[in-house]
């Protein structure tokens, strides 16, 4: 059992969370999706659209999640790697680089982002 994680805000969740949920459940046998409580958005200068129990439920609906746990700090990353049990950590290839540092803990992989999509066009009303 080839267990994944990765971590985001994931709001109003689109086209692009998914097809980087569906790669990344495509890595092994089972994801774990670590989602942005508000609390660490503010750290990360974010404010989401949804609340965090909305964006989990919206996640969980997704057949290519199998756990949503909530992501509080920068930090948690070396605990629940362990933790969980995790043999891949994945994300979206605009954090390229910036999490090479957890290559002791498990295989880091990036992915290409979906372009053309954001949650920030959403809330914008899709003009890009
Ligand atoms: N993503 C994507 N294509 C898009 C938009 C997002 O592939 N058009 C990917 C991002 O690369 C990221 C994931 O979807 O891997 C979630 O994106 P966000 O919700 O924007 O997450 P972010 O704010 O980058 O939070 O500790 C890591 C942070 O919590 C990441």
């Known amino acids: 059992?080839?267990?994944?994680?990765?971590?985001?805000?994931?709001?109003?969740?689109?086209?692009?969370?998914?097809?980087?949920?569906?790669?990344?459940?495509?890595?092994?046998?089972?994801?774990?999706?670590?989602?942005?409580t508000d609390e660490f958005n503010a750290i990360?200068?974010?404010?989401?659209?949804h609340s965090w129990e909305e964006r989990k439920a919206h996640l969980e609906a997704l057949r290519y999640v199998d756990l949503v746990i909530p992501e509080k700090t920068w930090e948690q990353k070396r605990d629940d790697i362990p933790l969980y049990r995790v043999d891949i950590f994945t994300m979206g290839d605009d954090w390229q680089g910036k999490?090479?540092?957890?290559?002791?803990?498990?295989?880091?992989?990036?992915?290409?982002?979906?372009?053309g999509i954001s949650s920030t066009m959403i809330r914008n009303g899709l003009r890009a």
């Open 1 to 36: 059992m080839k267990r994944v994680i990765t971590y985001g805000t994931f709001d109003t969740l689109h086209f692009g969370h998914i097809r980087l949920l569906q790669r990344a459940r495509a890595l092994g046998d089972y994801l774990i999706v670590a989602l942005s």
């Open 44 to 49: 990360k200068g974010k404010v989401a659209f």
């Open 99 to 115: 999490f090479d540092f957890l290559s002791d803990l498990c295989e880091v992989h990036y992915m290409p982002r979906t372009e």
